[in-house]
């Protein structure tokens, strides 16, 4: 089971996570990690896309703690009907919310931690962090770095 942190405004227009941008980068991202998509469970920790109008543009905007508490028995009742083997929160907000206000994804990212949320969890980045790098080449490392923490979880499943 895969957590993101809300739609955004592709997968809002569409109904649907991981559909837009960020969702190619995690499709491209689970094939390199010999995980097939079509296995995996995906949602987000909130249920509705927080935006602000630029233009014609609907720009994302980070949920609050509020936003993210009444979100969370849809995210709980997500947990108990998948019983997912592997828990990955990818995000700092989707791994705050599950996981605590204290956890750092840039420190503890790619590690199984201990939790009752699941046999296994962990957290990496958001994919749409790769999209936002500045140049090529840190798109290139930082897809290479999301890779690795994804063949961690592959490990894990494979010793389901």
């Known amino acids: 089971m895969l957590v993101g942190e809300q739609p955004g405004n592709e ?3 569409r109904g649907a996570p991981f559909v837009g941008p960020a969702g190619q980068v995690l499709d491209r991202a689970l ?5 097939r998509r079509e296995v ?20 994302h905007q980070k949920p609050n703690a509020a936003e993210l508490a009444a979100c969370r028995p849809w995210l709980d009742a997500e947990l108990e009907a998948v019983r997912p083997n592997v828990l990955v929160l990818m995000g700092a907000t989707a791994a705050q919310a599950l ?21 296994h ?4 980045v958001h994919p749409s962090s790769i999209l936002r790098q500045r140049t090529d080449e840190e798109r290139v490392v930082a897809m290479a770095d999301f890779v690795a923490d994804l063949k961690v979880v592959a490990e894990l499943l494979a010793q389901a």
């Open 11 to 13: 997968e809002d227009l």
């Open 31 to 35: 094939d390199e990690a010999g995980i």
């Open 40 to 59: 995996v469970y995906v949602t987000n920790a909130v249920k509705h896309f927080k935006w602000e109008a630029r233009g014609k543009r609907r720009i």
């Open 99 to 119: 996981l605590g206000h204290q956890f750092t994804v840039t420190k503890d990212r790619g590690r199984p931690v201990d939790s009752d949320l699941a046999p």
């Open 121 to 124: 969890v962990l957290a990496t």
